[in-house]
């Protein structure tokens, strides 16, 4: 791209064009060998890790998974590397233009952990960071690691990094002055993700979520042990992967697009939100999405977000609202569990729908009553996947169910587990359509690296 048109666009975002010049190989590395030795952190780094991981460096190894202890993860095909030196000028001004344009929303929307954040971790440059020193800062500070890799990983591996608090992160960089985008990229990994490691409650979320993957995976796998027949076996499969969904949700609506309380106002923490300044504002000021309060600690409030649907390809128009970050740390492996589990035996709910019971900060303008999925299923009214998806599901389950309707109308469940009877007369004569047969959305790491 033509120099004079990139010096347009830095200083269309207030930048300053000659500032967008990385480090030189030389600078950078004496900068890493004078944080190696860091001996005021959380986490020092044992010289045995250190000297080979900075003799690596200066060797000019490309930097592909973090190496300063004992653990470590197999990416297998989705290994991938940073070329530092390979960044185009193009590629360093779209991540000034991301934390320029990030700079003038946070400090308005932003929770205060992630405004600090950005100095621990020393993100908030001009240039692309270099992974070999965020690492190490990041280690450091945290004991987590980056793990590269090179597009969106598949739910399990994503999660398997998690537990042994490894964090996937993409080398690309978005194009110029792109505000949303459904792949993670350095700005969604490192300008979203990164900073909120510093609230030790995310990062500890983030891990027992992965612990709670491999839970899940070792059921799935004593199961799979004892049964031979086919159909059974892909029956095994489904469920396990119906339940990583639904625990996959918590993380979303959380992790990636949490909203929190701080001194009575709302603040976002969700890295799918605070890597898009548009999303920023959006997810706090606009009129369009809901916004939920919940309490994390609830078993009720958790299995709200478990059965909840979403949809990646645009901003969200449900939003849930924590009411304090301490209450996160409810969030342990086994109940993540446990609520997936409830969530497969009861109706669902699209990104639109306001419940009964719902503590609503917000009514979003496309909110829908619960029942108005199915009304729009039936007139052949599409309005989005998600509420199709979980229209279809839900009739699905009705049509189905026996025994456990008594259960819940003793739950916050019970005015929203019937829907009218034309309705399920109405499925009962159309479930054998093709367009009824829709499959559980695709298990894929969401938004994040
Ligand atoms: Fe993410």
Not at 88 to 93: G, K, M, R, S, V
Not at 146 to 174: K, Y
Not at 337 to 343: C, I, L
Request: proline share 5%; hydrophobic share 35%.
């Amino acid at each position: 791209m033509d120099r004079q048109w990139m010096s347009q666009i830095a200083a269309r975002h207030g930048i300053d064009w000659e500032s967008v010049v990385p480090l030189s190989r030389q600078q950078r590395l004496e900068l890493l060998e004078r944080c190696l030795t860091r001996t005021d952190v959380p986490f020092p780094i044992d010289p045995r890790f250190g000297k080979p991981y900075l003799e690596a460096a200066k060797q000019g190894v490309p930097f592909a998974v973090g190496s300063l202890c004992d653990d470590t993860v197999d990416l297998g095909e989705y290994r991938n590397e940073q070329h530092y030196d390979r960044y185009t000028p193009e590629e360093h001004l779209s991540w000034a233009v991301l934390v320029a344009e990030q700079q003038k929303t946070k400090h308005q929307y932003a929770c205060r952990e992630y405004l600090a954040g950005e100095d621990t971790f020393e993100i908030g440059g001009a240039v692309i960071p270099d992974y070999y020193l965020l690492n190490a800062r990041i280690y450091q500070q945290t004991g987590w690691q980056l793990a590269t890799v090179n597009m969106i990983i598949p739910a399990e591996l994503f999660f398997t990094c998690h537990s042994q608090r490894f964090f996937p992160v993409t080398t690309f960089m978005r194009a110029l002055e792109q505000d949303y985008l459904q792949e993670p990229d350095i700005g969604h990994d490192v300008a979203g993700h990164v900073s909120t490691f510093t609230i030790p409650v995310v990062a500890h979320v983030m891990q027992n979520h992965g612990v709670a993957r491999n839970l899940i995976y070792e059921e799935r796998a004593a199961e799979l042990e004892k049964e031979t027949d086919e159909n059974r076996r892909s029956k095994i499969m489904r469920r396990a992967d119906e339940l990583l969904l639904y625990a996959e949700r918590i993380y979303w609506f959380t992790v990636e697009f949490g909203l929190v309380l701080q001194n009575g106002e709302t603040r976002a923490f969700g890295a799918g939100i605070l890597s898009s300044p548009g999303e920023t504002i959006f997810s706090i000021d606009s009129p369009i999405p809901n916004r939920i309060l919940i309490d994390p600690s609830q078993d009720k409030d958790l299995l709200r977000l478990a059965t909840t649907d979403y949809l990646i390809s645009e901003y969200q128009k449900t939003y849930f609202v924590t009411e304090r970050f301490d209450l996160l740390e409810t969030l342990t492996p086994e109940r993540i569990v446990a609520t997936a589990k409830t969530a497969s035996r009861l109706p669902h709910f699209s990104w639109r729908d306001i419940v009964p019971g719902d503590r609503v900060l917000h009514v979003g303008q496309t909110a829908v009553s619960t029942n108005e999925k199915y009304f729009r299923l039936m007139a052949d009214v599409r309005c989005d996947d998600c509420l199709t998806r979980t229209a279809i599901r839900n009739l699905r389950w009705f049509h189905r169910r026996s025994s456990d309707g008594s259960e819940l109308s003793q739950t916050w469940y019970g005015p929203v587990a019937s829907v009218p009877e034309r309705v399920l007369q109405w499925y009962a004569q159309h479930q054998s359509d093709s367009e009824l047969q829709v499959p559980l959305r695709p298990l894929s790491e969401p938004a994040g690296g």
